[in-house]
């Protein structure tokens, strides 16, 4: 009796420990591994695109990549085009509102850990806000209604002065400029949402928006060459270019964060890319949110969610953000049927980089979309 209850034990010993080991494989990588047949077929097509989309003009780097491998990476030009310093795989870019994909994410992890609800009011967090009925569910989906404050300050701020999120919001309090729309009427694409959100999370969190992504994204998930650039980083501001290369001064609203300022590589933001295929940040119910349509007023393929476009028509689901500051064009594409990823950050302006959205052609002939950015 004693030998079988041994043999029971040891047989459940085992079955746990494969258990255990399964989890863990698809934890990491729970995609079927490619042959090399398809690797070289996705690699040729991948480079005929890439060789007929963007001329020798181009600065920046691009990636591709299918179940989490990649099928084609390039990098093209300099880091600094005066010293002829080579742009290489650990170079960070500015990958402009690409950064609100990361704003978004944070929001939500700090809803699925209770620390706030979706339909809560800005006013919850800043009591003086002048704009009733905005929850931050409108600020990630750009249904507030808010003003851009790119536009409202323009000719009134003092452009000697290096503007913060602070700033913005004080100046909303002050000033309270005349809103686009009342709350959750459309969609409008505005910055201020997410200027508001980063200064939510640090409010929600008591820590520095670039410290709580640092801590709680970069870091973990390995995005060596990530990070938030703020004031206190100002001597060591990293420039984009002209097409003359002739560097982009500091000015004064490059210190305001969330929804832009994250710089980062194509290769960091692949492990992004692939935390979210494997949950490792957040819970698929939740994921699945930010990736819900909430524009609907206007029959269309084209909506966006919480921090994310989104292009629709039943065959796949384009899951995208493209991005445009100073210099810089960025474009990160998922094909989530397909298990795809597409990144082209540039450093140089140039907006032949969004006709990378051509790579889609490789996994599936109906992909190549006309994509807003």
């Known amino acids: 009796m004693s030998r079988l209850i041994y043999f029971i034990v040891l047989i459940a010993l085992i079955a746990c420990k494969q258990k255990k080991q399964t989890k863990d494989i698809d934890y990491t990588n729970n995609f079927r591994i490619l042959s090399q047949q398809e ?25 591709v990549a299918k179940n989490g491998q990649i099928i084609f990476e390039a990098y093209n030009g ?17 990958i ?40 931050i569910q409108n600020l990630l989906s750009h249904r ?20 913060t999120n602070a700033d913005v919001l004080q100046y909303i309090l002050t000033n309270q400029p005349t809103v686009q729309s009342l709350p959750n009427k459309g ?31 970069f870091t973990p998930l390995k995005m060596k ?20 290369n002739n560097p982009y001064q500091l000015e004064s609203f490059d210190c305001v964060y969330g929804d832009k300022n994250v710089y980062s590589t194509v290769k960091d933001l692949l ?12 819970k698929p119910t939740t994921i699945a949110k930010a ?33 445009w500051w100073h210099g810089n064009n960025t474009l990160f594409t998922r094909l989530i049927q397909d298990t795809a990823t597409i990144i082209a950050l540039g450093n140089k302006y140039n907006r032949g980089i969004y006709a990378i959205k051509q790579m889609a052609e490789i996994f599936s002939n109906d992909k190549l979309k006309e994509l807003d950015f």
């Open 225 to 244: 060459h990530s990070f938030v650039f703020s004031i206190k980083d100002t001597n060591n501001y990293i420039p984009s270019y002209q097409y003359n």
């Open 291 to 323: 990736f819900t349509p909430y524009s609907n007023e206007k029959p269309s393929y084209r909506n966006y969610g919480l921090g994310w476009r989104l292009y629709i028509d039943g065959a796949d689901t384009l899951v995208y953000h493209g991005g």
């Open 271 to 282: 492990l992004w890319d692939q935390a979210l295929y494997n949950h490792q940040f957040i």
């Open 187 to 217: 969609f409008n694409y505005c910055n201020t949402n997410y200027v508001l959100l980063a200064l939510i999370i640090e409010k929600i969190t008591k820590k520095s928006f670039p410290t709580y992504l640092q801590e709680n994204i």
């Open 96 to 135: 402009a509102s690409i950064s609100k994909t990361f704003t978004a994410i944070a929001i939500l992890k700090l809803y699925e850990q209770g620390a706030l609800q979706l339909s809560d009011s800005v006013q919850k967090y800043f009591p003086a806000f002048p704009y009733h009925h905005i929850s």
């Open 144 to 163: 507030s209604g808010l003003p851009n404050y790119l536009y409202f300050m323009d000719t009134a701020w003092n452009k000697k002065i290096y503007a």
């Open 39 to 63: 690797k070289e077929t996705y690699l040729q097509k991948a480079t005929n695109i890439y060789q007929h989309t963007l001329g020798n003009n181009f600065s920046g780097g691009v990636l």
């Open 78 to 94: 300099f880091k600094n085009p005066l010293l002829k310093e080579p742009l290489t795989d650990s170079t960070p870019i500015h």
